[in-house]
């Protein structure tokens, strides 16, 4: 299988996919947790934060390099 045999599989059904997810997603908790998390990308140190509800789903993730 090829790249582009997988790239085109995608362009094809991924569409519908998200929007069966879309339709089945029942919004998010009223309850929040933060992660933060250091990662080095390409050697630079950053912290990564991640707002997860109470049934763990991610809600928005922010990504900054630290100083």
């Not at 998390?37 to 900054?64: P, S, T």
């Amino acid at each position: 299988m090829s790249y582009e045999a997988i790239r085109l599989w995608c362009n094809k059904f991924g569409p519908k996919y998200a929007q069966r997810l879309r339709r089945k997603h029942q919004g998010y908790g009223d309850t929040f947790f933060i992660d933060e998390v250091f990662v080095k990308i390409q050697g630079k140190q950053h912290y990564l934060w991640r707002a997860v509800d109470q049934d763990g789903e991610v809600v928005d993730v922010f990504l900054a390099e630290a100083t």
